[in-house]
């Protein structure tokens, strides 16, 4: 059975950090992309950063040099450290993982960023 498992969401003040963590189990984590997305209320899901296999990485203008996204084969886990964190970037955080044609979401984490 595949699993994501989102996990680190919480209650922050503007200006403060998060660490996003992603459990996943059922796959061969090391052959797929993995990605953070995020929907605020009343907005489309929006891709936030992303990791190849190879270690390439992507990330939303809004969020270069304030967000980092990294990923641990062995331990199966993608991380998205958030630092700098504003207001707008509440929203509920959401791990996918691609391969191929699999294709897989976990349930979301809340992040909630008081000003």
């Known amino acids: 059975q595949v699993q994501l498992v989102e996990s680190g969401g919480g209650l922050v003040q503007a200006g403060g950090s998060l660490r996003l963590s992603c459990a996943a189990s059922g796959i061969t984590f090391s052959l797929f992309t993995m990605a953070w997305y995020r929907q605020a209320p009343g907005k489309q899901r929006e891709l936030v950063a992303r990791i190849f296999p190879s270690g390439s990485i992507y990330y939303l203008d809004s969020v270069k040099g304030r967000f980092t996204i990294s990923r641990d084969n062995a331990e199966k886990t993608v991380y998205l450290q958030m630092n700098s964190l504003k207001p707008e970037d509440t929203a509920v955080y959401y791990c996918?993982?691609?391969?191929?044609?699999?294709?897989?979401w976990g349930q979301g984490t809340q992040v909630t960023v008081s000003s």
């Open positions: 996918r993982g691609v391969a191929g044609q699999l294709d897989y």
